[in-house]
Nanobody, 127 residues
Framework: QVQLVESAGGLVQAGGSLRLSCAASGRTFSALAMGWFRQAPGKEREFVAA????????DYADSVKGRFTISRDNAKNTVYLQMNSPNPSDTAVYYCAADARPYSSTLYVSSGDYDYWGQGTQVTVSS
């Protein structure tokens, strides 16, 4: 089992910045690929970013590429999502997720491929 707890999101102005963090406990965090997803009201949950277990390989949704950065500190069992230049369309509940397959060589973009989820944190971007 893996327990994931996201930091509080909050309100950020368009063009500003915000960093989300997700602390993990339970199974060996350093062996697991991690992802960030988001869900806006009335919409499906969508992929935002993913990091390989070692952090060397990352993947991003086109909508956030160049603005958001996923990173991880395996010594602290924490994954981060740095959000730069957000815009109102980034408003959503953000979730971190863990892929239970240890040392996976594949980064998944489908929510169904992740096994453990945080509780979600609201991010609101004002114009």
């Amino acid at each position: 089992q893996v327990q994931l707890v996201e930091s509080a999101g909050g309100l950020v102005q368009a063009g500003g910045s915000l960093r989300l963090s997700c602390a993990a406990s339970g199974r060996t965090f350093s062996a697991l690929a991690m992802g960030w997803f988001r869900q806006a009201p009335g919409k499906e949950r969508e992929f935002v970013a993913a990091s390989s277990w070692g952090g060397r390989v990352t993947d991003y949704a086109d909508s956030v590429k160049g603005r958001f950065t996923i990173s991880r500190d395996n010594a602290k069992n924490t994954v981060y999502l740095q959000m730069n230049s957000p815009n109102p369309s980034d408003t959503a509940v953000y979730y971190c997720a863990a892929d239970a397959r240890p040392y996976s060589s594949t980064l998944y973009v489908s929510s169904g491929d992740y096994d453990y989820w945080g509780q979600g944190t609201q991010v609101t971007v004002s114009s």
